[in-house]
């Protein structure tokens, strides 16, 4: 699954959105770890914040997922 699709997925499940041209948790989702923000220095004056998933907020993401019926290619079933 491409990024693009990766986030528009976890914003049609209420989990991220976005401001400007981050990707913001929803307030109910904050402080319980499972984001860090870096800030990425692009070259002159250029400067972007990049959110990235912890440890703890990968479990959590796989666990929703799962619950919503999506698994890793390596848990699903094989096709016959």
Known sequence: M????FNKLLHALGVQH???KTWLLYADHT???YTVSK???AGGESVSIL????????VWLYELLK???ILPISE???EK
Not at 51 to 56: A, G, I, L, P, S
């Open 67 to 69: 619950s919503h019926g």
């Open 31 to 33: 402080g319980k770890g």
């Open 39 to 41: 800030t990425i220095c």
């Open 18 to 20: 976005k401001v400007g």
């Open 2 to 5: 491409s990024a693009v699709k």
């Open 51 to 58: 959110t990235c998933f912890t440890q703890r907020g990968r």
């Open 76 to 78: 699903r079933p094989a």
